[in-house]
């Protein structure tokens, strides 16, 4: 029980690691004087610096019963919800797969993807060194421990991935003399190849895109043109893992 609520608190503080840096990388690209550990976390509407019982997860917020106590702002509850995810997720993985090294790796693949998908979803951003940290951990933990697939397929799967729509995307500028797909997705793509192996890269592309087409049709098309595909390839991967490993 002990180490349950210990793994608990330990993904509430991850969630809002998580929290930080979907605020911070984004502003980051714009706010040179920015970065992720300066200056100290502060609330966003008056800029007061938080004290370090204000940046405790979850209790913190219901102390303040969600405003800021300098300005009274409401606190976004956002924050929140990435804490409860990230404790609900973690705990699933601890009593499902345990609570070791290969328990961490699945956390921490979740947490990698969480951070894309909402960072991709909200502001069409995909940071080359969270994509790439997906190659190198799918490349590490099928050579190492065959985890989703050989390492031949993880192989295979980096390189048809990340091939794949760099070959639709070059076939799109010939015709159109513009990028039809941002070079973040097909790093990504190449990083689920690398995970799952190159037998899940059709289905991930065919449920990828189905959610992509379903999250631009529900946006708000009027702000936005583009498409977020590394949000629906990042859905797509989730349920072919799912329906692979628990529906099949």
């Not at 804490?83 to 961490?104: D, T």
Request: glycine residues 10%.
């Amino acid at each position: 029980m002990i180490e349950l609520l210990l793994v608990g608190f330990f993904g509430a503080c991850i969630g809002s690691f998580s929290s930080m840096l979907l605020y911070r990388l984004p502003e980051m690209r714009t706010n040179k004087s920015l970065t992720l550990s300066s200056p100290r976390s502060y609330c966003p509407h008056c800029q007061s610096s938080l004290n370090l019982w204000m940046l405790l997860p979850i209790f913190s917020f219901l102390i303040q019963k969600g405003k800021c106590l300098y300005c009274s702002q409401r606190i976004n509850s956002s924050y929140l919800i990435n804490e409860l995810v990230h404790i609900s997720i973690i705990l699933l993985i601890a009593l499902n797969v345990g609570i070791n090294c290969i328990g961490f790796i699945y956390y921490l693949i979740f947490t990698i993807f969480y951070i894309l998908f909402f960072l991709d979803l909200k502001h069409l951003f995909l940071p080359i060194y969270l994509n790439v940290s997906l190659i190198l951990i799918g490349l590490l933990i099928n050579v190492v421990f065959n985890i989703f697939t050989s390492y031949q397929e993880a192989l295979l799967g980096l390189v048809a991935g990340f091939g794949s729509l760099w070959f639709i995307n070059a076939l799109f500028k010939i015709i159109k003399s513009k990028d039809g797909i941002g070079g973040g997705d097909f790093i990504l793509l190449g990083g689920l190849g690398s995970i799952f192996g190159i037998s899940s890269l059709g289905p991930i592309i065919l449920l990828g895109s189905s959610f992509s087409i379903l999250i631009y049709t529900l946006s708000d098309r009027t702000k936005r043109e583009e498409i977020p595909l590394g949000s629906g390839l990042i859905l797509g991967a989730i349920f072919f893992y799912l329906i692979q490993n628990i529906f099949i």
